[in-house]
């Protein structure tokens, strides 16, 4: 797990490391695809992103998961577009959202969105995958005891969860990635990181995400467990630092828990 000092830094680190990536990827053949999530912690790294010189015209965009709506577009694509796609300047044909308005059959739909990834995808997996990590420790739309984390199908719907009916890429597809980043800012996903690396076996889906090399990024105050920093029992959680500044857990890059300094530098994390 890396943790960083606050939000920003955890953004500007998580672009770079996209970015790297996306460069080495180029190298090696001629397109990148990217699987991204919505929420406000991605956005902020989309931001950063988009200022990143990154030939745009050989990136491709998918998304994770997003809602079944009214709307045309669901709120992580928009998301998406707002904080990337058109700072960016991405094409529009390199642009493709999950087909959610309920006007289509939601089932045909996720079909048809399997079959566009299989013209983008190489091994039936993205280059990078942006996850967050909910409340609740779900990732993408895939939620502790639904359906469709148990589906071989690249794209499933999800049961509705708050009245909500969602869209998602599977396990399959997730973990295949060869970047594979998990964000979690703020107090209120201290929590759900406490649970992940305590093993919770609801949380199998973003373990599954991560696998052994996959990136678990946190703030401070998410890395800080459920009683706050600073308090006496939050250092005595499994994995704590007695001040919440890192956390020691299965999820480093390397193989090592690290804490990203200013403008997302690492430097080993304090013991």
Same mark, same amino acid.
């Given at each position: 797990?890396?943790?960083?000092?606050?939000?920003?830094?955890?953004?500007?680190?998580?672009?770079?490391?996209?970015?790297?990536?996306?460069?080495?990827?180029?190298?090696r053949r001629q397109r990148c695809v990217l699987a991204l999530t919505g929420g406000s912690t991605p956005a902020a790294t989309y931001r950063n992103l988009a200022r990143m010189p990154v030939p745009w015209e050989r990136v491709h965009i998918v998304q994770t998961d997003d809602h079944l709506t009214e709307a045309?577009?669901?709120?992580?694509?928009?998301?998406?577009?707002?904080?990337?796609?058109?700072?960016?300047?991405?094409?529009?044909?390199?642009r493709h959202p999950m087909p959610v308005g309920t006007r289509l059959d939601p089932r045909e739909a996720a079909q048809a969105y399997g079959h566009l990834l299989g013209t983008l995808l190489t091994d039936g997996a993205p280059d990078v995958v942006v996850a967050g990590l909910g409340e609740d420790g779900h990732t993408a739309s895939l939620f502790h005891g639904d359906p469709a984390l148990d589906t071989a199908r690249w794209v499933a719907v999800t049961r509705p969860y708050q009245n909500t009916t969602r869209m998602t890429l599977t396990l399959p597809v997730l973990s295949g990635a060869g970047l594979r980043l998990v964000l979690a800012t703020g107090s209120g996903k201290a929590a759900a990181v406490a649970r992940l690396l305590g093993d919770d076996p609801s949380l199998t889906a973003v373990r599954t995400v991560l696998g052994d090399d996959g990136h678990l990024l946190v703030d401070?105050? #998410? %890395? !800080?467990? *459920? $009683?706050?920093?600073?308090?006496?029992? #939050? %250092? !005595?959680? *499994? $994995?704590g630092a007695a001040d919440g500044i890192a956390v020691a857990g299965p999820y480093a890059a390397g193989g090592e828990t690290t804490a990203a300094g200013p403008h997302g530098t690492a430097r080993p994390a304090p013991r």
């Open positions: 797990m890396t943790v960083a000092e606050t939000p920003a830094h955890l953004a500007e680190g998580a672009a770079r490391t996209i970015t790297d990536h996306i460069r080495r990827t180029l190298a045309g577009d669901g709120p992580s694509w928009r998301t998406v577009e707002e904080h990337l796609l058109e700072p960016a300047a991405v094409p529009a044909e390199n401070g105050i #998410a %890395a !800080a467990g *459920p $009683y706050g920093a600073g308090d006496e029992t #939050a %250092a !005595a959680r *499994p $994995y």
